[in-house]
C-alpha cells in the first residue's frame, strides 16, 4: 500500500490568503498582466474596509472584557493593540504590498 507523500509545510499564513488584494495580484502575475493604478488599489481598500469592519464587531468585546478583567490602563491599551492595530497593520501592510508588486515593472538593464 502506498503512503501518501506528506507535503511541506507552507510558509504563507491562513490569514493572508483570504486578502482579496494577494488573491487578484497573484493571479495578476502568473498570468503576466500589469494592472492599472486603479485596478491595483481597490482591492486594497476593500480589504482595509472588510478588517475595519470586522475588528470593529470586536472593540467593545474586547474593552468590555478588559474593564471586565480589571486591567489596569497599561493592559488594557496592550490588549487593544494586540487585538486591533496590529491585525488591522499587518492587513494593511501585506494589501500594499501585494498590490505594489502586481505593478511592478522590471526596467531592462544595460
Not at 498582466?33 to 470586536?58: E, G, H, N, T, Y
Not at 494593511?92 to 511592478?104: C, E, G, K, L, M
Request: aromatic share 8%.
Amino acid at each position: 500500500m502506498n503512503a501518501p507523500v506528506p507535503r511541506p509545510a507552507s510558509t504563507n499564513c491562513c490569514a493572508t490568503k483570504v486578502i482579496i488584494s494577494r488573491i487578484l495580484a497573484r493571479k495578476r502575475i502568473k498570468a503576466g498582466i500589469r494592472p492599472s493604478f486603479k485596478a491595483a488599489w481597490l482591492p486594497v481598500a476593500v480589504d482595509v474596509v472588510m478588517i475595519s469592519l470586522l475588528l470593529a464587531m470586536l472593540f467593545l468585546p474586547a474593552v468590555s472584557l478588559s474593564i471586565v478583567m480589571g486591567l489596569t490602563l497599561f493592559w488594557r491599551i496592550l490588549l487593544l493593540m494586540v487585538l486591533i492595530y496590529a491585525p488591522l497593520q499587518i492587513v494593511i501592510i501585506v494589501s500594499t504590498i501585494w498590490a505594489v508588486r502586481s505593478r511592478w515593472e522590471e526596467k531592462d538593464t544595460k
